[in-house]
């Protein structure tokens, strides 16, 4: 117990790079060459367009480029906290929450099915090895080419269901509660047209407004014709490379074929069936979050949540872990050399602490166990932890 609890506390600063690909919410994109002519629009409109969108099938190929600017981690964040829940768990290599990692680096090449609410298939290449998710009903399957192992999950709800909290009754409502809530923070404009993956598209860009956030842009291209997003590109202050740019190469809004979400339990296969890892563990593994820091140990983030400093594109989220930081030299070997290059020593007002970088999200860990989490500047987050003492 004493061994899982000190492995859970490195999750916190190795989770940054986690929250950071969560935070994208990798929608694909990726403009081609040749911009096309079309009718002027503005970001009221284009907000309407995409909220009228009633995209129910579609296929086609895209690619996923990630740079967070973190060092090589392949396996790292999966394996420790596959350690924090508990090693020889047998949920095995196909469940899809040990395959998430894998887009948080590098580039990736993705293959999509989607029929309604009730049908969808997911496919990540590899070079020869294939992952696969499918959703067909109630049931969820998922086969890593790799292992040839199947994670199998039955009884599960429909994707796309209707939210628990009411919606704006039209398009034009939605696209005036999403400029409302942009208010004086967040910037929404059209900026010129695309092409992509052969597709005329708008351009909504959104930029903050407010300084000492890390976003420089996110960049949204809508399909001309039917209002679908086909482009999502996250530009960190930092320059360089996107944070994240993925996009279509290839789309048909035609049906996908019934079979394409068929699937049969490769000959010699390992198949793990959900209900048993719950028995195992006594419920899931962790899906967001609040409820993943929770579990780590973080009292505060798990029970009440954190206390949300500032607000916007600087909102920095706080909690108390209840226990010292971690130290480096304590630090599981596989994650000592991360560590090192991930975090800087910092300190102020409110004592001495690391703070962990990505292009995107930081964290501040400070040394008595309080730490502070935004896509905000490392300098912000120590202004927030001096400002509450």
């Given amino acids: 117990m004493a061994a899982q609890r000190k492995t859970s506390r490195y999750v916190v600063p190795v ?3 986690g929250i950071a690909a969560a935070t994208i919410g990798l929608v694909p994109a990726l403009a081609a060459s040749g911009d096309p002519d079309l009718p002027e629009i503005t970001a009221q409109q284009l907000i309407e367009k995409i909220a009228a969108s009633d995209t129910q099938t579609l296929s086609g190929t895209f690619k996923v480029s990630t740079d967070l600017g973190l060092p090589a981690f392949d396996g790292l964040l999966g394996g420790l906290a596959g350690g924090a829940a508990g090693a020889g768990s047998g949920e095995g ?9 894998k887009l948080v680096s590098g580039t990736h090449t993705l293959k999509i099915a989607a029929d309604g609410p009730e049908r969808q298939k997911l496919t990540l290449v590899d070079g020869e090895e294939r992952y696969s998710l499918v959703h067909n009903g109630d049931e969820v399957w998922a086969y890593d080419s790799a292992s040839n192992e199947v994670f199998h999950e039955k009884g599960v709800e429909e994707a796309g269901r209707a939210p628990e909290k009411e919606v704006p009754a039209s398009p034009k409502a939605l696209a005036d509660e999403v400029l409302k809530a942009a208010g004086d923070t967040t910037s929404i404009t059209v900026g010129g047209t695309a092409n992509v993956a052969g597709r005329d598209a708008y351009r909504l860009v959104i930029e903050p ?5 890390t976003v420089d842009s996110v960049t949204i291209a809508v399909d001309a014709a039917t209002g679908t997003p086909l ?39 390992k198949v793990t069936e959900a209900d048993d890892v719950e028995k195992e563990h006594g419920g899931k593994a962790p899906e967001d979050l609040e409820k ?5 140990g973080l009292g505060g983030a798990g ?7 500032g607000e916007g594109w600087t909102a920095i989220a706080a909690f108390d872990t209840g226990e010292a930081a971690p130290k480096t030299e304590d630090a599981p070997k596989e994650a000592r050399g991360f560590l090192d290059a991930l975090g800087d020593e910092v300190s102020g007002k409110f004592g001495s602490g690391t703070v962990f970088k990505t292009k995107l999200v930081n964290a501040l860990m400070t040394d008595d166990g309080k730490v502070y989490v935004g896509a905000v500047t490392p300098q912000a987050l120590v202004d927030a932890a001096n400002a509450a003492k």
Wanted: glycine share 12%; net charge negative.
């Fill in 15 to 17: 989770a940054v790079a």
């Fill in 93 to 101: 290599t196909a469940d899809p929450s040990a395959q998430l990692t």
């Fill in 209 to 213: 407004k407010q300084q000492g956030s």
């Fill in 231 to 269: 482009k999502f590109t996250l530009d960190s202050t930092s320059g360089g490379k996107p944070v994240v740019d993925a996009g279509f190469t290839k789309v048909d809004f035609g049906r996908p074929a019934a079979s394409e979400f068929d699937f049969a339990v490769p000959k010699g296969a």
């Fill in 292 to 296: 993943a820091l929770g579990d780590f």
């Fill in 303 to 309: 029970q009440n949540g954190p206390e949300i400093v």
